[in-house]
């Protein structure tokens, strides 16, 4: 290297390898380094203390799994006709746009043309055929060659996944498809156990609506009011871009879908005292009237254009007697006390909390379907000015062992109608007040349940350790015919489209998947009498099962054998828990933890060991402190003492003093001095 043109010069065989530098022959070694210039302080400025930041974040390079992510939205471009040349005045008027068409086609070379641009957009097109990633290749249904039967492959398959968009840890508490337009959905969540709910302002907890073709954001956002949460929600059947809505706090909200503003909700004072568990849209003239139900014991028909004349339906038995309080004075007291109820029962009873509705028009107008968390079903019904309810089922034998958390009728049979609670799944008949049929018990809760459209025997449940399972009890009615796990968290809410190819469920974490059925489960192709066959072949069985249950009940009754009734058993069987866990108690458990906790035995000997170590150290300390005070005690005696035998002397040679002070001053003689001076000289 040349410090005079700093030109570098090397062959390329040495490229790549180490540099070192070196002095010139002419330079003094003592010259490389930079000496001291004492001048050049003056420069600087002493600072004193120094602070230097230093940061402890990693640095990574810009690699493809370090990029930001990327926020992406969707949008639609509706293209009707592309762009006109200057000699059409106005695009608008067919007129003119007709005037230019007639005099190109008259021009020379027109059909020339045509025919070339046909033949290059057949390539073109040719071209832009893309591949459907998503596309069976093989269809599903496998016709053998020997017979005609039909192997049907049943499979389900996630397409999408929706997330919540809050920064809070919710889970979903119903799903629900739009009647009309099937790509929308709309997803209520509540607040997971684990959050505080205390310290959340719950008017920022949103109701969310979602377009199943763009999981990327959500198309309408509805916050509540009066802070409560939104725990369900569903489409108007009639106008579809209505949505209601149920709230914690026993509220009702109405929102517009188009402007995603809130158009009516409902006072407190005539509202559930409770959280509402379900709200369903009812057929009517106008489309205005829903019902709601909550676990405080009501069922409330509502209309929208009149909010404030509800009509009420009381979820008891039939020996309670209804009491209603008076309205207060001050509409404060109803907003201030939680725990008010519209209504008293007699000492002993209790309501019957709602937790689901199931309407179907076609099995009439003015009926609906009330399951309760004490396994029971209420069917009411609605007159003009008031509500009614009008059979009850499962309060002699039968009902679920715990909350039926879903209850569907099926869409082929509107007589029958299915429930899931507890372990099992059940099927009803509207004329008979006990289940002809039951399922086996699963190994975990069942959560929900909802029949395929078109198909008539086969209905899907789900359980609380993700799972799915798909049933047809006109092939097997104790086995499944599909079972696949979605998730690992509980599936709370569940819902399927008109058409049946598309399922939706939303899990205990705040997700809910969009899954694509198999044409198994919706299609019958090949077979086009075997509707028909399944529906006319489910009648007859539910109906025989109905006819056997009443046979065999009419059969006791002539033997004198009393009807069915639960209570009884019930009751030894509660005796019985008790006793078990008494015996459990008294044996198992001291057995138990000697065998399996160990390790909290050893670590409790350790404790005492411990304790018993700090106990001996404290008196070790008391008995070293005792002796510091007897030492203590010692030493003052000892220079108690020694203070005494100064005084002592102190005393004594006091009496000396007046003694030695009387004898007589000897004068100084200066004679004698200059005497002693010569001498010394």
Known sequence: MSGESDTYSLKRQYFGGNIVFKPKEDDDARNIF?????????????????????????????????????KTKSLIVKHIEGGWPESVENPAEPRHITNWKRAKEKGEGFVEKVVNLIENTEDILKQNLRIDVYE????????????????????IKVKTV?????????????????PEEQNKIAISYKLHDSENTVLIDKNKLPCLVWDINNPNTPINILYPTNNSEIVTCAFNSKYPYILGCGCSNGNVLIFDLRTSKLMVTSKLEYCHSETIRDFVWLKSKYGTEFVTTSTDGKVIWWDIRDLQTPKKIYLCPDSAEIKEPGKPENEADWIKNPNYKNFLLVEGEKEYGGLKIDYNPEAGATRF??????????????KKHEAEVTQKYGFTWGRHLGPITGIQRCPWANKYFLTV??????????????????????????????????????????RSDGWIYA??????????????????????????????????????????????????????????????????NLNFMLEREVLREKGIQQILKKKGVPPKDETANIQK??????????????????????????????????????????????????????????????????????????????EAEAKDEPEINNQPEEKEDPQKDENENKEEN
């Open 369 to 382: 379907l009330i399951v309760t968390e004490q396994g029971t079903i209420f069917l009411a019904s609605k």
């Open 421 to 462: 609670g507890d372990w099992s799944a059940k099927i009803w008949s509207d004329d008979y007040p006990m289940p002809i049929y039951c399922s086996k018990f699963h190994q975990a809760y069942l959560t929900d349940c909802c029949w395929i459209p078109n198909r008539t025997a086969i209905y899907f449940v789900t």
């Open 34 to 70: 930079v000496k001291e210039d004492p001048q050049a302080l003056r420069f600087f400025n002493s600072k004193n203390p120094r602070t230097i930041t230093l940061g402890n974040i990693v640095e990574k390079s810009s690699h493809i799994i370090h990029t930001e992510k990327t």
């Open 136 to 155: 069976d290749y093989f269809d599903e249904t496998k016709v053998s060659s020997n017979t005609e039967s039909i192997e049907e492959d049943y499979s």
């Open 573 to 650: 069987a509660e005796e019985r828990v008790k006793q078990r866990i008494g015996l459990i108690n008294e044996s198992y458990y001291p057995f138990a933890n000697s065998l399996l906790h160990k390790e909290v035995a050893v670590k409790e000997m350790d404790k005492i060991k411990e304790e018993k170590k700090e106990i001996e150290k404290e008196k070790e300390n008391e008995n070293d402190k005792d002796k510091e005070k007897e030492k203590s005690v010692e030493q003052y005696e000892i220079n108690e003492q020694q203070e005494e035998k100064s005084e002592a002397k102190i």
């Open 471 to 536: 049933y047809d009890i006109l092939y097997k009615t104790q086995e499944p015919i599909f079972s696949q796990r979605v998730c690992e968290t509980p599936i709370n809410s569940m819902s399927i489209n008109l058409k049946g190819d598309k399922l939706i469920v939303g899990n205990d974490e705040g997700i809910v998947y969009l899954i694509k059925l198999s044409k198994s489960f919706y299609s019958l192709e090949h077979q086009e009498n075997k509707k028909e066959k399944e529906v006319n």
């Open 162 to 178: 929706f997330k919540d968009t809050s920064i809070f840890k919710r889970s979903v508490s119903k799903v629900c498809f739009s």
